[in-house]
């Protein structure tokens, strides 16, 4: 294992995608929300996913400059098409649209289509955050998860995400997708070279697939699919997940004229690579707007503060809520750096030598 300085591969990323043809403020908010996932120790959003952005961008299906078109715009709500983008782009943009809105009405929701992979969803509830607002998003995904009762991959594991300041050290920030693991995760394992975990995904017949590298291949030939949180069964709560899932598609398609489900392929008629035309929502709500904002950081606080102080399993120690590891997992990784795997370092150097450029040893 490699730990490399968080500035480092934060100006590696940054040079990669000006290399690509991003524009320079541009390439710094994809490379802003890349490190951020890193630092959370999330690994499956971070660097682990620039060589997927490189290939994209490089097959054409990706455009390094972002075009916005503004569909709708009335007071309070906003519907844009990103023109196929990067998704960072497009995500900041609007999430800061809902914000300025939200400032002014007291709400705001910007509604996109035709967007590109947008990174880690927590981001943009932190930039809300930071502006002493509650921020949500919401993003359909490539179809890779089943309804409950069936086998055929049709939904994204769309994931919701939910932040809100409080009075602690750490927001309070929710962002897990509605199946019981995520794309990204899997694509982590086979970096890892490590198994899928049972209940994860199961084929056509409903038997379970641990072969991760097998499993990657089979979700995009739709032979196998991710379940939603609660898997297979009602009894287990299987309806929830996947009816949380068909939720998040209604809201990131239904609302912007968008496109959803097996139109998220990012193929063409002939199976050739062609854009994703992803849909997101981004909401902000003004604190100030329904209540004192000290009095909202106390009461969320006191939430959190009581569940962490609660009464715990024998053998467990410690009770967590919603983005407290991930800031522990910061502090930790600012200092330590960021771990890079053999398999990454192998995508890493590869960047490095197709762009004809060394900015890191590895």
Not at 11 to 30: H, N, Q
Not at 179 to 196: C, H, N, Y
Not at 199 to 207: K, L, R, T, V
Not at 331 to 358: A, D, S, V, W, Y
Request: aromatic content about 8%.
């Amino acid at each position: 294992m490699t730990y490399l300085p968080v500035d480092s591969l934060h100006s590696f990323m940054i040079e990669v995608f000006t290399r690509l043809g991003v524009p320079g403020s541009d390439a710094r908010i994809c490379a802003d929300i890349l490190i951020a996932s890193d630092l959370k120790g999330i690994e499956s959003h971070g660097v682990g996913r620039l060589k997927m952005y490189y290939d994209r961008i490089k097959q054409g299906v990706q455009n390094p400059l972002t075009e916005i078109t503004v569909i709708r715009d009335k007071y309070a709500t906003a519907v844009w098409d990103g023109n196929h983008g990067m998704g960072h782009v497009i995500g900041y943009r609007a999430m800061q649209a809902a914000l300025d809105k939200a400032a002014k009405f007291g709400l705001g929701a910007v509604a996109v289509r035709n967007s590109t992979h947008y990174g880690i969803c927590a981001y943009y509830a932190e930039m809300a955050v930071k502006q002493n607002m509650i921020g949500m998003t919401f993003t359909n995904a490539r179809p890779s998860v089943c309804p409950t009762h069936g086998s055929e991959p049709l939904l994204g594991t769309n994931p919701i995400c939910f932040g809100a300041p409080t009075d602690l050290d750490f927001p309070f920030i929710y962002d897990a997708a509605t199946s019981i693991s995520q794309r990204g995760k899997i694509e982590q394992l086979a970096r890892e070279e490590k198994v899928t975990p049972p209940a994860w995904a199961i084929d056509g017949a409903g038997n379970s697939c641990t072969d991760t590298q097998k499993l990657l291949v089979a979700l995009i030939d739709q032979t196998a699919a991710l379940l939603p949180i609660g898997g297979t069964e009602e009894e287990t709560g299987s309806h929830k997940g996947y009816g949380l899932s068909t939720m998040v598609e209604i809201l990131c398609a239904a609302l912007q004229n968008g496109s959803f489900m097996n139109d998220l392929h990012g193929t063409d008629e002939q199976g050739k690579p062609a854009p994703y035309r992803l849909g997101h929502l981004f909401l902000a709500l003004n604190v100030d707007f329904f209540t004192d904002l000290d009095d909202f950081k106390r009461i969320a606080g006191a939430i959190c503060r009581e569940l962490i102080n609660s009464r715990k399993l024998p053998g467990r120690d410690r009770i967590w809520v919603a983005g407290e590891k991930e800031h522990e997992n910061e502090l930790r990784i600012r200092r330590q750096g960021i771990p890079i795997i053999p398999n990454l370092k192998k995508n890493i150097n590869t960047i490095q030598k197709e762009l004809n450029f060394h900015l890191l040893d590895l």
